[in-house]
């Protein structure tokens, strides 16, 4: 398994780096959000481009829209308008991008624009490239991610967050093909953790406990919620329960109660699973 390298994006500078298979952007903003266009900048080095086909999630305190093919021929140096329509999706909380695949791709700012009017912006301030390739190099990955940090007001310092999870006893209840993202709901705000997927390490495995360990997380106060999200993979998987600590505080353990599988085959399970 490998990480990637993720990004801070927006007008502050940067609590912590992640690594996580997307790039996403994670916003700390009380707001009803209905995007109405994106524009992608290109950077203008001479191997920034890309052939590729981009897609786009946007996920939501309401709903997510899943998907949003951006086309491809992103050339070096261009800027794009793509008009995409969504719905209400509530609280922006991460978009998402991919490429379909092995071309590089380096982004240099990406832009929200809503119906009222509103602009989000993040810029790929260190230069991080996509692509799928598993010939990776340090600064390349199948994706990047940025966050903006929660205000001044509520940030606390960075703090080491422990994430583990009990896979079921039940039959099939292991996978080795299930991308995991987690989410972290504090009571200042949502923070995105790197993928679920230690590198030469075999996780879930039937009744197994895994650790997943995240050095200086953005603090977003008193742990909420948690929730997963299933990126890619045609393999289903079986939790029993996930607990999450942060440093200043006591474990917080969250049931699987309902028994959901998630998989990223909606035939199998559900993608997304948020436990309060």
């Given at each position: 398994s490998s990480g990637i390298n993720a990004e801070y994006g927006g007008q502050q500078p940067?609590?912590?780096?992640?690594?996580?298979?997307?790039?996403?952007?994670?916003?700390?903003?009380?707001?009803?959000?209905?995007?109405?266009s994106i524009i992608v900048e290109t950077g203008t080095g001479k191997h920034d481009g890309t052939?590729?086909?981009?897609?786009?999630?946007?996920?939501?305190?309401?709903?997510?829209?899943?998907?949003?093919?951006?086309?491809?021929?992103?050339?070096?140096?261009?800027?794009?308008?793509?008009?995409?329509?969504?719905p209400d999706i509530g609280t922006l909380e991460c978009v998402v991008f991919q490429t379909s695949g092995d071309d590089l791709w380096v982004p240099k700012e990406v832009k929200l624009n809503t119906k009222d009017g509103a602009s989000f912006s993040f810029p790929n301030s260190r230069g991080f490239g996509l692509s799928n390739s598993e010939k990776m190099s340090s600064g390349w990955a199948a994706a990047i991610g940025f966050c903006t940090p929660i205000t001044e007001s509520t940030a606390g310092k960075p703090r080491k967050c422990t994430i583990?999870?009990?896979?079921?006893?039940?039959?099939?209840?292991?996978?080795?093909?299930?991308?995991?993202?987690?989410?972290?709901?504090?009571?200042?705000?949502?923070?995105?953790?790197?993928?679920?997927?230690?590198?030469?390490?075999?996780?879930?495995?039937?009744?197994?406990?895994?650790?997943?360990?995240?050095?200086?997380?953005?603090?977003?106060?008193?742990?909420?919620?948690?929730?997963?999200?299933?990126?890619?993979?045609?393999?289903?998987?079986?939790?029993?329960?996930?607990?999450?600590?942060?440093?200043?505080?006591?474990?917080?353990?969250?049931?699987?109660?309902?028994?959901?599988?998630?998989?990223?085959?909606v035939s199998e399970g559900v993608r997304f699973i948020k436990m309060c």
């Open positions: 940067p609590h912590n780096m992640l690594g996580f298979t997307v790039l996403s952007l994670l916003i700390q903003l009380t707001y009803s959000v209905s995007v109405s052939g590729d086909t981009l897609t786009m999630t946007i996920y939501g305190s309401k709903r997510d829209a899943e998907r949003i093919s951006l086309g491809k021929g992103f050339t070096a140096g261009s800027r794009r308008t793509i008009s995409r329509s969504t583990k999870t009990r896979t079921s006893k039940n039959k099939h209840a292991e996978t080795d093909n299930c991308l995991l993202v987690p989410r972290i709901y504090g009571e200042h705000g949502v923070v995105l953790g790197e993928s679920m997927d230690r590198m030469n390490h075999d996780d879930f495995k039937p009744g197994a406990l895994d650790t997943f360990t995240y050095q200086n997380m953005q603090n977003v106060g008193k742990v909420k919620c948690l929730s997963f999200n299933v990126l890619r993979g045609d393999d289903a998987w079986l939790f029993s329960y996930a607990t999450v600590q942060c440093d200043g505080e006591s474990v917080k353990t969250f049931q699987n109660s309902q028994n959901q599988w998630l998989s990223y085959d």
